[in-house]
């Protein structure tokens, strides 16, 4: 039984509100079978806070729980075989087993959808699910990928070791912040350019318009991993991305309990293309309850990207999440915009204490004298912000005092945690680069990242102050 045809209608119609920003939100954050509450919410334009609160959700359809509900269920109980029929063809919008959607899970790719204004979206397993997920979808049959190696080291791991196996390759701009470097490199299979917004670990923001300009001239679509910055700080759809993926386990999650990850798509790019002839191909899983062969354009006209995703690489790989892990994700979503309004309020006074330290080499953070993105990041970042700050230190030793020495900070090879982390990238997050490729990305040996959480600023100076004495010699009187 073919199930493949449903889940694209579930989350893939052609008229989808629910993820339309700005738009009707009563319609799906109140009952519908209430007029009395609903009145006056018709024409608001909800906030991201509101949206991140309540985008996706119908209490009523849902035994009228306040909270999102956790099913925690391998399948769901059909009343007949007529009735599967009619999910499996798409006569009916209902559940039929979890690794291809889960009521939870449904949810969380509602909401984040409607905090970027699209329509497509799908949940993943974890950050690198998402972004390996994509790079197979678009690149289905073999292509090229053009990147840089201002990457997480994972991900370029990925790109080193396993994807070329599968008929994949990848090109590297030479200067990311050079548009030509970007521009030299397409090559006719080129499918994808691919870039962090704001990098891991040095905030080097990237100029989307002029990369999507760029792909778009040349009819390929532009990857963007917003993890770092989250939707609330950059919406990069707003500035042509086609696809967007996030590690939903840092910011979004917000409290270092859940794995997971996102794609979504804008609906706007066109893989009816030569370049994308997996878009266009029929296939007897997508049939129709009469037997007639349809591709995903055929099903899924607006949202081919993520439908496509679902139906042939989510489902079938199996990298779909567990519906707890979406629960727990869906809990950190609705602080996110207050847990970043301070976060990056307290990253600017701690980068700001290590730029006015002489013992600090330098430092990479918006808030630094030097800082090269200043421009970019007051065009594309809220509060030109950003949680993450990189500083080089004089020598490896130094790095490895100071490492030591901390108190309050958690050393931990994750970020966006809600309590404020410490890591040496060259040790853990980026050890699988090599020499050339750590220069590349201009992660120097000196390096230490911090990952700011909650905590008061002073605070957080206080232990960073005391780890810098305790590793150049100063006694703590």
Do not use: C
């Not at 997480?152 to 590297?172: C, E, M, Q």
């Not at 990298?319 to 609705?334: D, M």
């Not at 912000?385 to 901390?406: H, N, W, Y």
Request: hydrophobic share 40%; glycine share 8%.
């Amino acid at each position: 039984m073919s199930n493949d045809n449903h889940l694209i209608k579930r989350f893939h119609g052609q008229e989808n509100t629910e993820q339309t920003r700005g738009r009707k939100i009563i319609e799906q954050t109140r009952g519908r079978e209430n007029p009395e509450r609903s009145h006056g919410w018709e024409n608001i334009a909800p906030s991201f806070s509101a949206l991140a609160l309540h985008a996706g959700y119908d209490p009523a359809e849902h035994h009228h729980s306040s909270g999102v509900p956790l099913y925690q269920t391998a399948a769901y109980a059909l009343p007949s075989e007529e009735y599967a029929s009619r999910i499996v063809f798409s006569e009916l919008d209902d559940d039929i087993y979890s690794r291809i959607s889960n009521p939870t899970t449904g949810i969380l790719e509602k909401r984040l959808a409607a905090l970027h204004g699209v329509s497509g979206a799908v949940a993943t397993s974890s950050g690198l699910a998402a972004l390996g997920d994509a790079i197979l979808n678009i690149a289905a049959g073999g292509g090229r990928i053009l990147t840089s190696y201002r990457l997480y080291g994972g991900t370029v791991a990925a790109f080193s070791n396993v994807l070329p196996d599968y008929g994949i390759s990848f090109d590297f701009a030479h200067n990311p912040d050079d548009p030509r470097s970007w521009e030299e490199r397409i090559r006719p299979d080129t499918k994808a350019l691919l870039v962090e917004s704001v990098s891991n670990p040095l905030n080097a923001v990237a100029d989307l318009g002029t990369l999507a300009g760029i792909a778009h001239t040349h009819g390929i679509a532009l990857i963007v991993d917003n993890t770092l910055a989250t939707p609330y700080l950059l919406n990069p759809f707003d500035f042509g991305a086609d696809i967007v993926v996030y590690s939903t386990t840092k910011s979004i999650n917000g409290h270092g309990n859940a794995i997971g990850g996102i794609v979504l798509e804008s609906g706007a790019f066109d893989y009816a293309s030569g370049r994308y002839p997996q878009f266009s191909r029929k296939a007897w899983t997508l049939r129709t309850r009469d037997g007639r062969e349809r591709s995903i354009l055929d099903v899924a006209p607006n949202t081919p990207f993520t439908a496509r995703l679902r139906s042939f690489i989510v489902t079938l790989l199996g990298s779909s999440p567990s519906p707890f892990n979406s629960y727990l994700t869906l809990l950190g979503l609705e602080t996110l915009s207050a847990r970043l309004d301070k976060e990056t309020r307290t990253a600017r006074k701690v980068a700001e204490f290590l730029d006015g330290d002489p013992r600090v080499a330098k430092v990479f953070h918006p808030a630094a004298h030097d800082y090269a993105y200043r421009d970019l990041a007051s065009k594309y970042l809220k509060h030109d912000g950003s949680t993450l700050i990189t500083f080089d230190l004089d020598t490896e030793e130094r790095k490895r005092d100071v490492l030591d020495a901390l108190r309050l900070f958690q050393l931990q090879a994750n970020i966006g945690d809600s309590k404020s982390l410490a890591v040496d990238p060259l040790l853990v997050t980026h050890s699988e680069l090599t020499p050339d490729e750590l220069d590349a990305a201009g992660i120097h040996h000196e390096a230490i990242r911090l990952s700011i959480g909650l905590e008061e600023p002073d605070d957080l100076i206080a232990d960073l102050a005391q780890a810098l004495d305790h590793a150049y010699g100063i006694a703590n009187n």
